[in-house]
């Protein structure tokens, strides 16, 4: 009978074509879910392996600050004594992962011998290790290590033939070497001192890496192309290396084709159902998406604002520390120089909060003016005058603003010439019908057109553009809306080799018509 009553089912052809029907349904339901299983495990991949680069990058930052501020040292004075490295380098304190931090002198293969005996009248037990060959040596001098290894001083950086020509070569700015694994030297020149100051970090225990992925810095070939290999970009420190990030693609992106399969029956005569489901679980992956993104970038600004913030600090605990506990020590000029670069840290650090402030208010709508009769060329001048900007006069100088909001503007164009120009920058002031126009010129490289607009939104610095390290990102996007609100603007145009920055100012209160509140 069963045999008789399947033939009876087969010989239907109504019932052949349903069935037949019934498996195209299931395979092309099962390839949409195959291939949209397979394309979000890889974008799920791409995003990871970007979330680890950027952690990467932040921890060798924070290195990176902590050694400005040991070069700020010695940069601050002309004899740096072992006892004042080493206590501000242990209250400067270790990021994660850092080894050890060090500095090195310059010194002739001639006067090596002089050099051993003047070392070893303050460090006895100093005593020259191995020496490259070659006419200069890099002779480490100090260092604090934060590990147990074996002592570095005495030893000449140069020994070792693959960094010899990284240092030789070692830029203003400093530059940062990769090693097996995740290990990094950081290296930073002083001038003053005919030095470098360096650090070794190790990230393999402080960046957690999943068991399933595999990370290589570097130039690496890959015959063949996989949804689960990553390549990407590591930039810090002003340089900037590939990186591949290889996961294992375990079958699991197939569990779901195979599920559709198994339930085929289902799936076929619940289509309708699916399509609904299918479309809610898309809804539910954008809005996760979304919410990934808008996590990613809170992590960026809170990164950038901790390192903006924690340059300053570092510096002023660092040198205030040095100052309390040698001041009767040292010289009146050197106390006076360390007060002044605390001084010029305080001020960058109190222009960092305004913006901040600023910005918190203007996104609530409540920033307050209080526009006046100002005399903009005075104004100006109190905040070039610190940054050594040279400032061209003109008749007509007054105009309708506030003189506070227009210090913070043009403060922030005046910061970004120093950051971002090469050696001339110049403010000039024109007028024009019924406005008043300051220009804040520096040279340099030109900024893309495409990215001109972008630059005045918030949290885009102008780095990628400049080829130099960039800053949060806030000043000319408040800087332009205080502008506007204030009945002007600020628009950018290039001139020449000058990046030029105008703000246009109204002259009578006539032209003004505050946004903010009054």
């Known amino acids: 009978?069963?045999?008789k009553w399947w033939a009876a089912i087969r010989s239907e052809r109504i019932v052949t074509k349903f069935v037949a029907v019934g498996l195209a349904t299931v395979v092309a339901l099962a390839a949409v879910v195959a291939v949209g299983s397979w394309r979000w495990r890889a974008e799920e991949h791409a995003a990871a392996s970007r979330s680890l680069i950027a952690d990467l990058s932040g921890a060798l930052e924070v290195g990176l600050a902590e050694l400005r501020a040991v070069r700020g040292l010695f940069d601050a004075s002309e004899e740096v004594t072992w006892a004042e490295f080493a206590r501000f380098t242990t209250l400067v304190g270790a990021s994660p992962g850092m080894e050890m931090v060090g500095f090195a002198r310059w010194v002739d293969a001639t006067e090596l011998s002089d050099f051993e005996s003047a070392t070893r009248e303050e460090l006895d037990w100093f005593r020259l290790g191995d020496l490259g060959t070659g006419p200069r040596h890099l002779i480490v001098l100090y260092e604090n290590d934060f590990t147990i290894r074996p002592r570095l001083a005495g030893s000449d950086l140069l020994a070792d033939p693959s960094r010899r020509d990284f240092l030789v070569q070692l830029p203003d700015g400093g530059g940062v070497r990769v090693l097996p694994g995740l290990r990094f030297e950081l290296f930073m020149p002083v001038r003053s001192q005919r030095g470098v100051v360096f650090s070794m970090i190790d990230l393999s225990s402080h960046v957690e890496i999943p068991s399933d992925v595999s990370l290589e810095i570097g130039l690496h070939d890959y015959s063949a192309p996989s949804p689960w290999l990553w390549q990407g970009e590591l930039d810090v420190g002003g340089g900037s290396w590939p990186v591949s990030v290889h996961r294992a693609g375990p079958p699991s992106w197939l569990i779901a084709p195979l599920s559709v399969l198994a339930v085929g029956t289902i799936l076929a005569l619940g289509s309708a159902v699916l399509a609904g489901y299918r479309a809610d679980a898309r809804r539910r992956g954008e809005e996760a998406e979304r919410l990934r993104r808008i996590s990613r970038e809170k992590d960026l600004f809170l990164?950038?604002?901790?390192?903006?913030?924690?340059?300053?600090?570092?510096?002023?605990?660092?040198?205030?520390?040095?100052?309390?506990?040698?001041?009767?020590?040292?010289a009146p000029e050197e106390i006076e120089e360390y007060l002044g670069l605390c001084s010029a840290e305080a001020s960058d650090l109190a222009d960092l909060v305004e913006d901040l402030l600023t910005l918190g208010r203007l996104e609530a709508g409540s920033l307050t003016y209080h526009p006046t009769i100002?005399?903009?060329?005075?104004e100006t001048e109190k905040v070039v005058s610190r940054l050594g900007i040279e400032v061209s006069g003109f008749d007509l100088r007054d105009a309708w603003i506030d003189p506070m909001r227009f210090r913070q503007i043009v403060r922030n164009l005046a910061v970004n010439a120093v950051k971002y120009g090469e050696k001339d920058r110049i403010v000039e002031f024109s007028q024009g019908d019924g406005e008043l126009v300051v220009a804040v010129c520096s040279d340099g490289p030109p900024i893309p057109p495409d990215r001109v607009e972008s630059l005045f939104q918030p949290y885009q610095g102008m780095a990628g553009d400049l080829g130099k390290p960039g800053s949060i990102g806030l000043g000319l996007y408040i800087s332009r809306r205080m502008a506007r609100e204030m009945g002007g603007d600020l628009r950018y145009r290039r001139r020449g080799r000058f990046n030029v920055f105008e703000v246009v100012l109204p002259v009578s209160p006539r032209s003004v018509t505050l946004a903010g509140k009054p």
Not at 308 to 327: C, I, M, N, Q, S
Not at 374 to 378: C, G, I, L, P, S
């Open 1 to 3: 009978m069963p045999r």
């Open 303 to 330: 990164a950038a604002v901790s390192h903006e913030l924690r340059t300053p600090l570092t510096a002023v605990v660092g040198l205030l520390a040095v100052l309390k506990d040698g001041w009767s020590e040292m």
């Open 374 to 378: 100002t005399d903009v060329v005075a």
